[in-house]
């Protein structure tokens, strides 16, 4: 098996990046496998080099090796997205010419303006605004047709998802099941200054460098259901899926780059490597008291059954054990 860590270098890791590596680790070594790192530098604003090489340290100093990827290389390479944009060109190009995919002038304001939030979590479903009318009935049945003339530039583009549902079992979650038109819809390949999308990229990129396992944190659920309809469109197989709790603040929010006093910066002050993991083994259930451990350590304790559904509160104060 192959798992793979797939960190955005857009800021220092915080514990949660933390958190789930140290998941998607155990979960591909605790069974021989192999572990890859993919950075996804896709968003030229946000993304830095210098990030990046800080996640191979981070990474390296936690103990957690990987056999291919980020800067060591390895057959599957280029391993930053930034370097792929040729393989996703080439995908985009099957995908325009199954007819499916449309130019979309919609901002992201007179979206936010237009259309209320998802009831469940507050995301925005396109409405389709920007749909050409031969593709307005959302049936999967009916015959597409190859565009005449090349892709343009300099505007988003969409691809029409069907009304449809997904079904698929998370190994951690359970059986999940997900209309793509009424809650995902019609969602971004490229965006309008021509930088690649997400779903696009994470989706050639994990066929295409043989990765079987995605562990990922559990706000990205809701994104599997439009990745594996993308993967069955370009004959791809489905890789397994295990997303993770997150780890939370005492307010119930997801711990992000934004809480800095967890940033590996600052931990790195004033924590040996084990204190760390322990922390966090022990957090997820896998330990029973919060001492220090090596990663290495908790590969033969390591089970998803010990890891609960529900979400993490982190109490900044734990840490001084
Ligand atoms: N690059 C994404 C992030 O850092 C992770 C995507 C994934 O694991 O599929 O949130």
Same mark, same amino acid.
């Given at each position: 098996?192959?798992?793979? $860590? *797939? +960190?955005?270098?857009?800021?220092?890791?915080?514990?949660?990046?933390? $958190?789930?590596?140290?998941?998607?680790?155990?979960?591909? !070594?605790?069974? @021989?496998?192999?572990?890859?790192?993919?950075?996804?530098?896709?968003?030229?604003?946000?993304? =830095?080099?210098?990030?990046?090489?800080?996640?191979?340290?981070?990474? =390296?100093?936690?103990?957690?090796?990987?056999?291919? @990827?980020?800067?060591?290389?390895?057959?599957?390479?280029?391993? $930053?997205?930034?370097?792929?944009?040729?393989?996703?060109?080439?995908? %985009?190009? !099957?995908?325009?010419?199954?007819?499916?995919?449309? +130019?979309?002038?919609?901002?992201?304001?007179?979206?936010?303006?237009?259309?209320?939030?998802?009831?469940?979590? @507050?995301?925005?479903?396109?409405?389709?605004?920007?749909?050409?009318?031969?593709?307005?009935?959302?049936?999967?049945?009916?015959?597409?047709?190859?565009? #005449?003339?090349?892709?343009?530039?300099?505007?988003?583009?969409?691809?029409?998802?069907?009304?449809?549902?997904?079904?698929?079992?998370?190994?951690?979650?359970?059986?999940?099941?997900?209309?793509?038109?009424?809650?995902?819809?019609?969602?971004?390949?490229?965006? *309008?200054?021509?930088?690649?999308?997400?779903? &696009?990229?994470?989706?050639?990129?994990?066929? &295409?460098?043989?990765?079987?396992?995605?562990?990922?944190?559990?706000?990205?659920?809701?994104?599997?259901?439009?990745?594996?309809?993308?993967? =069955?469109?370009?004959?791809?197989?489905?890789?397994? /899926?295990?997303?993770?709790?997150?780890?939370?603040?005492?307010?119930?929010?997801?711990?992000?780059?934004? #809480?800095?006093?967890?940033?590996?910066?600052?931990?790195?002050? /004033?924590?040996?490597?084990?204190?760390?993991?322990?922390?966090?083994?022990?957090?997820? @259930? %896998?330990?029973?008291? +919060?001492?220090?451990?090596?990663?290495?350590?908790?590969? +033969?304790?390591?089970?998803?059954?010990?890891?609960?559904?529900?979400?993490?509160?982190? !109490?900044? #104060?734990? &840490?001084?054990?």
């Amino acid at each position: 098996m192959k798992g793979r $860590f *797939a +960190p955005s270098p857009t800021g220092r890791m915080h514990l949660g990046n933390v $958190f789930c590596a140290l998941l998607s680790w155990l979960s591909s !070594r605790s069974r @021989g496998g192999v572990w890859l790192l993919r950075i996804e530098d896709l968003d030229p604003q946000r993304s =830095r080099p210098e990030y990046a090489a800080l996640i191979e340290d981070d990474l =390296r100093w936690l103990g957690l090796d990987w056999d291919e @990827g980020g800067s060591t290389g390895g057959s599957c390479g280029p391993y $930053f997205q930034s370097l792929r944009s040729a393989v996703y060109e080439e995908y %985009l190009q !099957r995908l325009w010419h199954s007819g499916r995919v449309y +130019p979309c002038r919609c901002t992201r304001a007179n979206i936010m303006a237009t259309q209320a939030p998802h009831e469940s979590d @507050g995301r925005i479903v396109y409405a389709g605004t920007c749909r050409p009318a031969h593709l307005r009935t959302g049936s999967d049945l009916m015959a597409f047709t190859c565009p #005449d003339g090349p892709i343009p530039e300099h505007v988003k583009l969409r691809l029409l998802v069907p009304d449809q549902t997904v079904t698929f079992s998370d190994m951690h979650y359970g059986t999940q099941s997900v209309n793509l038109a009424s809650h995902c819809g019609d969602f971004l390949l490229r965006r *309008a200054d021509g930088a690649w999308a997400y779903q &696009l990229a994470v989706v050639v990129d994990d066929a &295409l460098m043989g990765v079987s396992e995605v562990v990922r944190g559990r706000d990205l659920l809701l994104s599997t259901p439009q990745q594996i309809w993308l993967a =069955r469109l370009l004959g791809f197989g489905v890789p397994d /899926h295990c997303h993770h709790p997150l780890l939370v603040n005492e307010s119930g929010q997801r711990l992000s780059k934004r #809480d800095s006093s967890l940033d590996m910066g600052v931990l790195r002050q /004033h924590f040996l490597p084990e204190q760390i993991v322990g922390w966090l083994a022990f957090l997820c @259930g %896998l330990t029973d008291v +919060p001492e220090p451990v090596s990663a290495r350590d908790l590969i +033969p304790v390591f089970d998803w059954n010990k890891v609960p559904e529900h979400d993490i509160c982190v !109490r900044k #104060d734990i &840490l001084s054990f």
